[in-house]
T-cell receptor, first 115, second 112 residues
Framework: GAGVSQSPRYKVAKRGQDVALRCDPI?????LFWYQQALGQGPEFLTY????????KSGLPSDRFFAERPEGSVSTLKIQRTQQEDSAVYLC?????????????FGNGTRLTVT | GQQLNQSPQSMFIQEGEDVSMNCTSS?????WLWYKQDPGEGPVLLIA?????ELTSNGRLTAQFGITRKDSFLNISASIPSDVGIYFC????????????FGSGTQLTVLP
């Protein structure tokens, strides 16, 4: 596709359920990022992949959050035993290469609501 | 973590007016970026700045990387209705070059 694609667009989960959020980056993009955006706030960094390697996961808020990118393209962000504070928009972004000047292209996000 | 202080939080302006918003930090940033986010969409990059003192324009938008490397501003000239949205500053610090820190956003409303 032309841009970063995320699915589902909306997800409602009951507290305690596990969820999986998918990101399809732009074809050929080496770097992939996950961000969490709470209502009325700017996005906050969660984790970063270069190809299949997870190089930085310092932003993951707890061990309930897990991300993978096994073949260096599609990525999944999994949240186990969801809590109400996990409610947010989860944004995925990709960039063409590993250079710091390579711009990030964001998807439209998955809005997660935990009830 | 690192924090960016973005102001103002919101702005209401008349169509045709110029707009200015800024970000400051207590830390030195290596890059400054400005994004616009429309409802239900992801942020879209407007301008990227990579050197202290750099002044860059993109159409009606102008942004500057502060000489101290701790601040940046974005100006929009002759605002139009489609400028409505949330504007975010973002930056990277040394040692976390691939980790963007975002400000809390400026909500811009353009009145006809």
């Amino acid at each position: 596709g032309a841009g970063v694609s995320q699915s589902p667009r909306y997800k409602v989960a009951k507290r305690g359920q596990d969820v999986a959020l998918r990101c399809d980056p732009i074809s050929g993009h080496v770097s992939l990022f996950w961000y969490q955006q709470a209502l009325g706030q700017g996005p906050e960094f969660l984790t970063y992949f270069q190809n299949e390697a997870q190089l930085d996961k310092s932003g993951l808020p707890s061990d309930r959050f897990f991300a993978e990118r096994p073949e260096g393209s599609v990525s999944t962000l999994k949240i186990q035993r969801t809590q109400q504070e996990d409610s947010a928009v989860y944004l995925c972004a990709s960039s063409l290469d590993r250079g710091i000047n390579s711009p990030l292209h964001f998807g439209n996000g998955t809005r997660l609501t935990v009830t | 973590g690192q924090q960016l202080n973005q102001s103002p939080q919101s702005m209401f302006i008349q169509e045709g007016e110029d707009v200015s918003m800024n970000c400051t930090s207590s830390s030195i940033f290596n890059t400054w970026l400005w994004y616009k986010q429309d409802p239900g969409e992801g942020p879209v990059l407007l301008i990227a700045l990579y050197k202290a003192g750099e002044l860059t324009s993109n159409g009606r938008l102008t942004a500057q990387f502060g000489i101290t490397r701790k601040d940046s501003f974005l100006n929009i000239s002759a605002s139009i209705p489609s400028d409505v949205g949330i504007y975010f500053c973002a930056g990277t610090i040394s040692g976390s070059a691939r980790q963007l820190t975002f400000g809390s956003g400026t909500q811009l409303t353009v009145l006809p």
